[in-house]
């Protein structure tokens, strides 16, 4: 079935730096992959919807100059936390779907954890 | 605006069924997914049915879904304990190439030995 690769899994970073999660999907092109984020024991939150070769859409609330979206070929999005600060500490998932299949439900990478100190 | 609702939580016996309910508001919705996630993991998909389905069986599961009500369920059969986890519906529909699922708040399922 359909793969989709996050990396790091885990990351702790000092207050201020910044942070850069990749997502893959390894056997399939994805024009379109999603970054959600989930807080303890919530359910997942939609922050931006990442398009190859364009600008990613941000939902509502969710700052864009922080989280900045890269999509820079079919297979590979990008998600850099910038100046991240405490309150950025979650875990930050990405999902993709295989655009050439109609039917295709979106699959998951198995998520970051970021600390943030 | 869309809206997914699911019950929090769920204990069960091993070996027992588990039933996992999920209501949604969208009529539109034309994909409608089951999800489970695993401690400190990404989420896998179980199982999904197309609006145009009523019933769809894969194993252990069987998905119902009751579109005048706006109801999805997921029946686990003989229910084990490596199935205590979190149990997300989604539902999705695509307009254009554009996706946006809608994600419910997860039912904790927990099976007691």
């Known amino acids: 079935g359909a793969v989709v690769s996050q990396h790091p899994s885990r990351v702790i970073c000092k207050s201020g730096t910044s942070v850069k999660i990749e997502c893959r999907s390894l056997d399939f092109q994805a024009t379109t992959m999603f970054w959600y984020r989930q807080f303890p024991k919530q359910s997942l939150m939609l922050m931006a919807t990442s398009n190859e070769g364009s600008k990613a859409t941000y939902e509502q609330g969710v700052e864009k100059d922080k989280f900045l979206i890269n999509h820079a070929s079919l297979t590979l999005s990008t998600l850099t936390v910038t100046s991240a600060h405490p309150e950025d500490s979650s875990f930050y998932i990405c999902s993709a779907r295989d655009f050439a299949s109609y039917n295709s439900p979106l699959h998951f990478g198995n998520g970051t954890r970021l600390t943030v100190t | 605006g869309e809206d997914v609702e699911q019950s929090l939580f769920l204990s069960v016996r091993e070996g027992d069924s588990s039933v996992i309910n999920c209501t949604y508001t969208?009529?539109?919705?034309?994909?409608l997914y089951w999800y489970k996630q695993e401690p400190g993991a990404g989420l896998q998909l179980l199982t999904y049915?197309?609006?145009?389905?009523d019933m769809k069986q894969d194993q252990r599961l069987t998905v119902l879904l009751n579109k005048k009500d706006k109801h999805l369920s997921l029946r686990i059969a003989d229910t084990q304990t490596g199935d205590s986890a979190i149990y997300f519906c989604a539902v999705g529909n695509p307009r254009g190439g554009t996706y946006k699922y809608i994600f419910g708040t997860g039912t904790r399922l927990k099976v007691l030995a």
């Open positions: 969208d009529s539109s919705s034309t994909y």
């Open positions: 049915i197309f609006s145009n389905m």
